[in-house]
């Protein structure tokens, strides 16, 4: 869900990034709509999710830590990270890069862009999977992490 902060790749989607800002001072009530609100936009639409079920995790979210500047932060660094991707040249270590191929705040370009830049990356695109971790790719996802592991682990 990420890119290598090369602006040519990775591109967003999202048609009006105000969506993605945090409510500013809002009750709980009103954060959990904005967050369900905000992952039927950014998440899987390959995978059903009830709003039940978001509104749980929003729930959680909140009452974990609610800091809209927070997120804030989160964005600006994003929005002005340098290019990555001399550096990610540098890696020897396996890795997995795990993209959606229907991710509209990071186009599956920047996760594939990652996976070229490091030397021996694998590339798990999930069909359907958006901007998150949606329940019915877990497995998938988790093997690939597990298979990855198996590669770092020293031949017996």
């Known amino acids: 869900m990420a890119s290598t902060g090369d602006r040519t790749v990775g591109e967003s989607s999202i ?22 609100a ?34 804030l932060r989160q964005l600006a660094a994003a929005a002005t990270a340098a290019d990555r991707t001399e550096g990610l040249h540098t890696l020897r270590m396996p890795a997995v890069v795990i993209h959606g191929d229907s991710d509209p705040l990071v186009g599956p370009s920047g996760g594939r862009a990652t996976a070229d830049a490091i030397p021996g990356a694998r590339l798990l695109t999930v069909p359907g999977m958006g901007h998150d971790l949606p329940e019915g790719a877990w497995k998938l996802i988790a093997d690939a992490i597990v298979a990855n592991a198996v590669r770092a682990s020293p031949a017996p």
């Open 15 to 36: 048609e009006d990034p105000f969506a993605l800002l945090p409510v500013p001072d809002a009750d709980r009530e009103t954060a959990i709509a904005a967050d369900v």
């Open 38 to 71: 905000l992952y039927r936009l950014i998440g899987s639409p390959g995978f059903v999710t009830s709003d039940e079920e978001l509104a749980r995790r929003a729930a959680a979210k909140f009452d974990r830590a609610y800091h809209p500047a927070g997120t």
